[in-house]
C-alpha cells in the first residue's frame, strides 16, 4: 500500500517557510511522504544562499504571481499577499495534477521510489487558496497559523473590534493594527485568511498550553480541531533523526558566529537581530549600536544587507573601531543554533513569534522592539505575562537600549522563569509528544501495522514514537 502523502504550502516569507518545514519534518519522521512547494523566486534565493551543491530535499517550485520589477515596493509583504491570494491557484493546481499523474504513472510499473498519489494539503495562514485547491480536488486539508493562539483570536475578531469602535485607531499606534483606515486592505485581508483557519480539518498551532492557557481555553470552545505542537524546533530536536534535511534560509548564514561564540564566556553575550523582514534608518541603527556597545557586553549584531540602506556599511566607523575584539557582525545566521549556545545572555528582539518560541525554548530572556503585526501582541506577552523581557521605547533611545539590556543581563527573576519555561519544554516533552500523537491520530487510525488516512489505507511502519 501507499504511503500517505501531504503537499505543503507556506506562505513565501521565513516565518512561514522555516515553520512549515519543521511540522512537515515531523510528518515525514511518522511515515508521512512530503513535497513541499516554494516560490520560485523564493527557490532561486534558497540555491543562491546555499552555494552550488543545495542539500536535497523534495522541493517544488511555482510562481508567485509578482514580477521582478515589483519587488522592491513600499510594502512587499502585503503585495506578495495580494500575488499569492490572485495568483497561485492555477500553478498549484498544475502541481497536483503534475504529482498525481507521475503516481499513477508508477503504479502501473516498479514504482520504486516515486511518489505515492497526493493524499492531503498542509498549507500556512495567508494561503488559503491552496485550501479551496485541495476541496476541489476532494482532498482533506490542515493549516499551521504561523503566530501566537492571542493573534488568531485577535485577527479573527477583526470586525468585532472594528464594531466595538476600537479600529480604526484614534492614536494608539502600539496596538496590533497601525491603520487609521477602516477600508484598509490589510485589516480586512487579515481578518478573511484567519477565519479561513478554521475551515481546515485540522488547525496547528505553534505554541504549547503553558504559554497561552486562557486562549487557547476560548478557541478550543468554538474550534475543537485545533492542535498546540509547538515549539516546533524543540520537539524536532528531540524527535529522531529525519532524513530531509536542515531548514531553508533566504539568505547566506554566516557560521563563524558560532565559532566566535565558541571563545566567549557563558550568558556573557547580547545577541542583536531584528528578523528578516524590518526595515530601518541608518540614524536609528546608530542609537541600537552606540546603545549596545554602551553596555560593555560581547555582542553578536545581526545586521541584514536590507535592513538599512547600505547594509553593515552604515554602522558609524568610530562604532566598529571602538568594539573591536568584543563583536561579532552578520548579514545573517542560524537563530536557533545562536539562542542554544551557552554564551548568549540576551536577545534583542523585533519579537516576532518564531523568536519568543525559540527564546523561551533556549532559557534566554529579552529586549523587545515590535515593528509591526502580532508583534506587539508577543511583547506584552514577553514583558508583562511571562515576565521574561523588557520593552524598549518605539523612537529608540541609546540610553534605554543600555539600561534595558543590561538589566535583562542581570535580572535573575527573568533567567528564573525562562530556565522553569525551558526546561517543561525539556522535561515534559512527552505532552508535547502527545499532542503530536493526538494530531497525527486526527488523520490516522492505527489498525495492524497500516493506517487509514481519512477513509483511505496506506502502510506506515508500526512503531509511530521512538
Known amino acids: 500500500m501507499a504511503r500517505p502523502h501531504a503537499v505543503v504550502v507556506p506562505y513565501p516569507g521565513s516565518g512561514n517557510i522555516n515553520p512549515a518545514l519543521q511540522l512537515a519534518k515531523l510528518l515525514h519522521g511518522h511515515g508521512v511522504y512530503i513535497t513541499f512547494v516554494n516560490t520560485e523566486h523564493n527557490h532561486r534565493r534558497i ?48 502541481l497536483m ?57 485577535t485577527h479573527m475578531r477583526i470586525r468585532e473590534l472594528q464594531e466595538r469602535g476600537y479600529i480604526p485607531l484614534k492614536g494608539n499606534m502600539s496596538f496590533f493594527v497601525r491603520t487609521t483606515d477602516p477600508n484598509d486592505f490589510g485589516l480586512r485581508f487579515n481578518e478573511e485568511e484567519a477565519n479561513n483557519c478554521t475551515k481546515a480539518n485540522a488547525l496547528i498551532l505553534n505554541t504549547f498550553d503553558d504559554l497561552e492557557a486562557d486562549v487557547l481555553a476560548a478557541l478550543r470552545a468554538e474550534y475543537a480541531r485545533i492542535y498546540t505542537i509547538g515549539p516546533l524546533g524543540t520537539l524536532l530536536n528531540h524527535a529522531a533523526a529525519d532524513t530531509i534535511g536542515g531548514g531553508l534560509s533566504l539568505w547566506k548564514q554566516d557560521t563563524e558566529c558560532l ?4 571563545t566567549q564566556q557563558p550568558r ?38 536590507n535592513l538599512v540602506p547600505g547594509g553593515p556599511a552604515a554602522l558609524p566607523p568610530e562604532f566598529v573601531v571602538e568594539t573591536d575584539g568584543r563583536r561579532c ?21 523585533q519579537s516576532g513569534w518564531n523568536s519568543k518560541c525559540e527564546s523561551v525554548a533556549s532559557g534566554v530572556p529579552m529586549v523587545c522592539w515590535p515593528v509591526f503585526a502580532d508583534q506587539y501582541i508577543n511583547r506584552k506577552y514577553a514583558c508583562e505575562s511571562w515576565d521574561v523581557g523588557l520593552r524598549l521605547d518605539e523612537e529608540v533611545r541609546r540610553e534605554q537600549v543600555t539600561a534595558q539590556v543590561k538589566q535583562v543581563m542581570e535580572h535573575e527573576r527573568s533567567l528564573n522563569i525562562l530556565l522553569f519555561l525551558s526546561q517543561n519544554i525539556t522535561t515534559f516533552g512527552y505532552k508535547f509528544r502527545h499532542e503530536l500523537f493526538r494530531f497525527v491520530t486526527k ?16 502502510f506506515i511502519p508500526t512503531k509511530i514514537f521512538g
Not at 259 to 262: E, G, M, P
Not at 276 to 296: K, N, Y
Not at 329 to 349: D, I, K, M, N, Y
Open 97 to 153: 495534477a503534475r504529482l498525481d499523474a507521475a503516481a499513477a504513472a508508477a503504479a502501473g510499473e516498479d514504482g520504486a521510489g516515486m511518489p505515492p498519489p497526493v493524499t492531503c494539503v498542509v498549507c500556512t495562514a495567508l494561503m488559503s487558496f491552496a485550501m479551496d485547491v485541495a476541496r476541489e480536488l476532494g482532498l482533506p486539508t490542515m493549516v499551521m497559523w504561523g503566530g501566537s493562539a492571542a493573534s488568531l483570536m
Open 443 to 458: 488523520v490516522c487510525y492505527i489498525l495492524n501495522g497500516c493506517i487509514t488516512w481519512f477513509g483511505h489505507k496506506y
Open 329 to 349: 557582525l552578520a548579514t545573517w545566521c542560524s537563530q536557533e543554533q545562536v539562542l542554544r549556545h551557552p554564551a548568549v545572555g540576551c536577545f534583542l528582539t
Open 259 to 262: 565559532a566566535w561564540l565558541d
Open 268 to 305: 556573557s553575550v547580547v545577541y542583536v537581530n531584528f528578523g528578516s523582514l524590518t526595515v530601518m534608518t541608518p540614524e536609528r541603527l546608530a542609537e541600537f549600536a552606540w546603545g549596545i556597545a554602551a553596555t560593555g557586553c560581547p555582542f553578536l549584531f545581526v545586521v541584514r544587507e
Open 47 to 94: 540555491v543562491a544562499a546555499e552555494g552550488a551543491a543545495p542539500r536535497a530535499r523534495p522541493r517544488r517550485a511555482i510562481p508567485d504571481g509578482m514580477a521582478d520589477a515589483d519587488r522592491d515596493v513600499g510594502d512587499y509583504d502585503l503585495a506578495l499577499s495580494v500575488a499569492t491570494s490572485n495568483r497561485c491557484a492555477a500553478p498549484l493546481q498544475e
